[in-house]
């Protein structure tokens, strides 16, 4: 799934700069006819180690259950366990 993910960004990225130009002229046609996971509507946010699709954290870039276990050990700066 992460491959898939990966595929899809870079397929997006190609076709950035037809796809402006498409919307801008309006032809909605020409739209159409590009590949479907060139639209960026279509890329999904997944954890960078595991590739979990829900519990991602963006600033951060994996998801909750992966960001508890590296704060945890230490392994981003900037954050520890809450307690009071």
Known sequence: MKAREVKRAKLVAKYAAKRAELIA???????QKLPKNASPVRIHNRCSLTGRPKGYMRQFGVSRINFREMALQGLIPGIKKASW
């Open 25 to 31: 002229k309006g032809d909605y046609i020409g739209l």
